[in-house]
């Protein structure tokens, strides 16, 4: 059983930033890929970021330039640095992780961007 727990949401002023967490815990013995998800109320969850063999990374046009996926392989733990935040970046964040058995998601965590 695999377990993704997100953290580090929250409420920032237009034009601040946010890290957001992902910890993996259970049995995980190779990960295709990794993500970042966000669902805004109304809309259709989208994909942010994706992160494949530690490495190659994949944006959504909207955060290009302002987000960046990171992993630390030794914690199972992925990170989303969000640096100028804009009010159409508030959603609830999933992340994902794809394995061999499976996709499993985290439980989000909402970022909300007010003045």
């Known amino acids: 059983q695999v377990q993704l727990v997100e953290s580090g949401g929250g409420l920032v002023q237009p034009g601040g930033s946010l890290r957001l967490s992902c910890a993996a815990s259970?049995?995980?013995?190779?990960?295709?890929?990794m993500g970042w998800y966000r669902q805004a109320p109304g809309k259709q969850r989208e994909l942010v970021a994706t992160?494949?063999?530690?490495?190659?990374?994949n944006y959504a046009d909207s955060v290009k330039g302002r987000f960046t996926i990171s992993t630390d392989n030794a914690k199972n733990t992925l990170y989303l640095q969000m640096n100028s935040l804009k009010p159409e970046d508030t959603a609830v964040y999933y992340c994902?992780?794809?394995?061999?058995?499976?996709?499993?998601w985290g439980q989000g965590t909402q970022v909300t961007v007010s003045s």
């Open positions: 259970g049995t995980i013995f190779r990960i295709y890929a």
């Open positions: 992160i494949t063999g530690g490495v190659s990374t």
């Open positions: 994902k992780l794809d394995l061999p058995g499976g996709n499993y």
